[in-house]
């Protein structure tokens, strides 16, 4: 077995154990791995132990690893369509075309600027690309996210964009210590989750559907933070150092 196989394994474990032990299923918590800096040969290491969504931050690196990851799922015989590729890093404005044209989900939305752009560039030929809302629950003004208070009014405009489908919240806050002090932190976003859910039962999408249906994401928890995450009601947590290693 790998060591990506090894730790995969591991991670999954205890996800489980924590998600039972939040009073949660632990078919709630999916897992996205983490696979900024990592090659190819990680990412296809991590697909063989049947790890298929992976996490993203840096375009330009991404853009060239999801076209050798496809040739080589590809060449074992394996099936490429299950490939889902997250963007989970910021969007400047030049690179929203190459994030609509390459990814499944974006997690970094926090301005209806980008939304727009990747609506209008979100090739044809594509299921419309899976959108969650950065929200700021713990920093300044400068901390990329929006503010709690304003995450409703950015929902409400994206749901009325055709090539995107608003699936939730993704949470980032500056790391804490102490299990306490991370549940707290995630526990805001949780709450603003919540909230923007239930504010969307009453809103349509353009194809008639209550906008809260899809809203089913909240995209929070890191390889350190992840069981207060859990227990704070993450729907997915973004790992890459216990499953890859740590980054140089
Ligand atoms: C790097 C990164 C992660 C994973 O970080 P680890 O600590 O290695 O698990 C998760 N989310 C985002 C947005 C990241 O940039």
């Given amino acids: 077995m790998t060591m990506i196989a090894h730790n995969l394994q591991q991670v999954r474990a205890q996800l489980v154990k924590a998600s039972i032990a939040a009073g949660r299923l632990p078919t709630s918590v999916a897992l ?3 696979s900024k800096t990592w090659g190819a040969d990680a990412v296809l290491a991590a697909i063989a132990a049947d790890q298929w969504a992976f996490g993203e931050n840096y375009i330009q690196e991404a853009v060239e690893k999801i076209t050798q990851v496809r040739t080589l799922v590809q060449q ?28 499944d989900w974006v997690h970094t939305v926090d ?3 980008t939304a727009q752009r990747l609506s209008e560039q979100r090739p044809p030929h594509l299921p419309p690309l899976q959108v969650c809302l950065q929200i700021n629950v713990d920093g300044g003004p400068t ?4 503010a709690p208070d304003e995450l409703l009014a950015l929902a409400l405009a994206v749901v009325k964009l055709p090539r995107l489908t608003l699936r939730g919240v993704m949470s980032m806050p500056d790391p804490v210590q102490g299990f306490d002090a991370q549940q707290q932190v995630h526990q805001r976003a949780q709450q603003a989750f919540e909230h923007l859910r239930q504010s969307l039962a009453s809103v349509p999408t353009p194809d008639g559907q209550p906008a809260s249906a899809q809203c089913d994401t909240l995209s929070m928890g890191m390889s350190d933070d992840w069981e207060a995450a859990v227990h704070a009601g993450s729907t997915m947590v973004r790992m890459g150092s216990r499953i890859f290693g740590a980054r140089s």
Wanted: with cysteine; charged share 25%; glycine share 8%.
């Fill in 32 to 34: 996205l791995a983490v």
């Fill in 76 to 103: 074992q015989g394996w099936d490429a369509a299950r490939l889902r590729w997250h963007c989970i890093g910021p969007i400047q404005s030049n690179k929203t075309r190459l994030v609509a044209e390459h990814f």
């Fill in 111 to 113: 301005r209806l600027k």
């Fill in 143 to 146: 901390k990329s996210g929006v």
